[in-house]
């Protein structure tokens, strides 16, 4: 090979490893990890998404380069020269994938076999599933619509169902699994940043299934305590801080809201840009309007939207005070 094809090499494996990385690193195809186990996880996706973006630059250059270099002249017709095999090549290429997928191999080993660690106090929730709802039952027996965690301690997850096969997966928690009628499956998590998160059904389920969502909530471990200890388990704050764009943000109104002070633009609710007009349609103030739409969705559904999309579990996951100035919020940034 001459010097300048060894470069044109080059620069196809360069160009095509460059647009491979930028289509893996500019979109955001893993949310932010919220578990240890899904630090795990990510790292051995992005351990086998390196070796992948590397073999793919060798195989795209050589491709284009036989494209390019060995195309045939128009109206050459002729068969091209016969050739042998390369033993040497055929070795080569054998070897170096041979021992990439038994390095992936082996990290994901680990990482399975770490992650099924449950330790030697953790705190097992039941999650008990049935169309289409979920149920989360704690040690001292209640059981509440709401999975709260506190942080940075070990949680095991019992998965059960009432009727069909389900699944329990929170994205940001990485571990997932399916809840299957007459088998106990479990996964653990450690969960490493307070927040909320959605819980989410995978496995079609019925007619409701798309509808079978509910709320992870990642408390400090204080903040945990206090909640599981008082007598009647007071709701625990979905957010942290009590200022309305934060609630905003932190209860996953912007999924699916567009709310232009908030910067958001979910698209399956309506709008929040204009309440007043729907206040007076529903004829009521502006503030027990919208009030009444978070704690009770169903109540004034509005013109062209179902029933049930919008989670009715925010009366018991946003406290008083937060309910009050996520509405004062609304109502000062809304038309
Ligand atoms: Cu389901």
């Not at 470069?7 to 196809?12: D, I, M, N, R, T």
Request: with cysteine; proline share 5%; hydrophobic share 45%.
């Amino acid at each position: 090979m001459t010097r300048g094809s060894i470069f044109k090499l080059l620069a196809y494996a360069v160009v095509a490893g460059a647009v491979t990385t930028a289509v893996a690193v500019l979109i955001p195809w893993l949310p932010t990890a919220a578990t240890r186990q899904a630090d795990r996880m990510w790292f051995s996706i992005w351990f086998a998404e390196i070796i992948a973006i590397v073999v793919f630059a060798v195989v795209a250059a050589v491709l284009v380069y036989c494209v390019v270099e060995f195309r045939a002249k128009p109206g050459d017709l002729s068969d091209g020269p016969p050739t042998h095999g390369h033993t040497m090549l055929e070795i080569i290429w054998t070897a170096i994938p041979t021992v990439l997928v038994v390095a992936i191999t082996i990290v994901a080993a680990i990482v399975i076999h770490d992650n099924g660690k449950a330790g030697a106090n953790p705190l097992v929730v039941k999650v008990i599933t049935q169309q289409f709802t979920y149920q989360f039952e704690y040690p001292n027996g209640k059981t509440y619509d709401i999975l709260r965690l506190p942080k940075d301690r070990n949680v095991k997850l019992d998965l059960s169902s009432k009727d069909v096969i389900h699944s329990f997966w929170v994205p940001a928690f990485g571990e997932k699994s399916d809840a299957v009628p007459g088998i106990s499956t479990s996964i653990v998590i450690t969960p490493t940043r307070t927040g909320y998160y959605p819980v989410i059904c995978t496995q079609l389920c019925g007619l409701g299934h798309a509808l079978m969502r509910s709320e992870a909530i990642v408390l400090e471990q204080a903040a945990f305590d206090t909640w599981y200890t008082s007598a009647d388990a007071a709701p625990a704050p979905a957010a942290g801080g009590d200022d309305g764009k934060t609630i905003y943000t932190t209860a996953g109104c912007g999924a699916c809201h567009t709310f232009t002070a908030a910067g958001s633009a979910g698209k399956i609710g309506p709008s929040l840009d204009n309440l007043s007009s729907a206040a007076a349609k529903a004829g009521q103030s502006l503030d027990d309007f919208i009030s009444s739409s978070i704690t009770d969705p169903d109540s004034s559904l509005a013109a062209g939207y179902a029933k049930g999309v919008m989670p009715s579990t925010y009366k018991t996951s946003i406290s008083g005070t937060q309910l009050d100035s996520l509405v004062k919020y609304l109502a000062e940034n809304t038309k």
